[in-house]
């Protein structure tokens, strides 16, 4: 008797493997990390991290050529249901900007647009927190709890803190999340590196 294969738990794993080497922590990391140093200067340079949060795709497929596929080969994901995360992100996005405007309504600040931008923390602390989780439970890497959880409890803690520029408790936030994505992309990164080493020369054959 064949077991039936239950493709969504190999799709499952597939992504697990896909986000084992750390890369995609390491540019998402470095995105937050130069996008929270850089908001509240207000300069021009701000677009830099946001460019290279727009094309993390292509940058991590690149980096993955060069350094993964070699090492495990490559394997195409089936085009079907989005799965978690989708949902997690458009769920925690609405429960953020919910949050957000309970808050300003709370402090009394709700006809001072000025003040809103330290509360922000608390709407991007819920949404990258919901992002997170909802990756983490597709599969079940601890390091995306870690992470959501940085972001749902450094959200209220940035925006209580008194910075005095306009930006500063958002710029703040991204910067921790960006510090705790980079070490851990780098942590993962090494360690896949030691786990899988290059093939004898001949063997890889990775093609676009």
Known sequence: MVDKINLKQVER????????????EMLF??????????LP??????????????????????????FTYPRTGYVAFRQGDP????WFVLGSLVLGLVALVAVIIAA???????QWYRWMPIFFGIWLGGAFLGLGLQVRLVRYYVVA????????????????????NVGLLFAAMG????AWG????????????LPAEGNADVRD
């Open 13 to 24: 794993n597939l992504l697990r493997d896909f986000l084992q080497d750390g890369l995609t």
């Open 29 to 38: 990391g470095a995105s937050f990390f130069f996008l929270g140093l850089l």
């Open 41 to 66: 200067q207000h300069g021009g340079l701000v677009v830099f991290p946001i460019l290279l949060l727009a094309f993390s795709v292509p940058l991590t497929m690149g980096l993955k050529k060069r």
């Open 83 to 86: 799965g978690l995360v989708p």
């Open 108 to 114: 009394g600040v709700i006809a001072d647009p000025g």
């Open 149 to 168: 959880g940085v972001a749902l409890a450094g959200g209220p803690l940035a925006a209580l803190l008194p910075l005095s520029e306009k930006l500063a």
């Open 179 to 182: 510090v705790v994505l980079l």
């Open 186 to 197: 780098v942590l993962a990164f090494v360690r896949f590196l030691r786990r899988h080493p």
